[in-house]
């Protein structure tokens, strides 16, 4: 079985297609995995939902899917975050808000662990320092664990006893798996923050025991100008194109 693994789509369907289209020309998938924040942002959030429930696929809910669908407050949201997540809503017929609404917050498949943040607190917590990564390894009772939400690539490894180390993912690495411990970001499909622009996602093959990551360009300009259609917020169509 191979997985397309994918986090932070958010609504950018020329992302999502282009890595699609990429992970197809790798040898294909058999199924998804989507660690959250399948819309928000981006001018295609229906879209984007049928992509994927049109796969075989495993997914578990970010925070914005959440806060579209009416599940979370957007107090804690930035006002360019809140005005996509409005927009958002107004824009998921019924149907797809129940779906999003009724995803889990937190997966086990195979031997990983799936959240959007972390965990222990799969909503908010950004997983991204050494004490949230100690914490992670011990809530949970699998070898490995895939999470997303802070769009950048990384993987995760404990150091001694009481440590962490933080290791760069970069395209095209094949790791083989074991059973010591590992935390794995996949990047972000549609809003990548690592200064690099391109669509980001991995695919784990459990015959060979190996994840891999990967990179692909689409088309950022037509992503920008759709979100301009929309009246999207300026702040987040400029960042497409720097991957910050």
Sequence with gaps: MRALIVSDIHSNIEAFRAVVADAEARGGFDEIWSLGDLVGYGPEPSECVELLRAHSHNAVVGNHDLAAVGKLSLERFNPYAAAANRWTAARLTREQADYIGGL???????????????????????????????????????????????????????????????????????????????????????????????????????????????????????????????????YLIERLAVGM
């Excluded at 959240?115 to 009772?141: K, Q």
């Excluded at 997303?148 to 760069?168: D, E, N, V, Y």
Aim: aromatic letters at 10%.
């Design 104 to 234: 889990p917050l937190t997966l086990e498949l195979d031997e990983f662990t799936l959240a959007h943040g972390s965990p222990r607190n799969p909503i908010w917590e950004y997983l991204v320092t050494v004490d949230a990564a100690i914490a992670c390894f011990t809530h949970i009772d699998t070898y490995w664990c895939l999470v997303g939400h802070s769009h950048t690539p990384f993987m995760c490894i404990p150091q001694g006893t009481t440590g962490a180390a933080f290791l760069a993912f970069p395209p095209d690495r094949l790791v083989q798996l074991d059973s010591r411990p590992l935390i794995v970001n996949p990047g972000s499909v549609g809003q990548p923050r690592d200064g690099d622009a391109r669509a980001s996602y991995v695919i784990y093959d459990d015959s060979a025991g190996t994840i891999v990551h990967h990179r692909v360009a689409y088309d950022i300009a037509a992503t920008q100008e759709k979100m301009r259609r929309h009246g999207l917020p300026d």
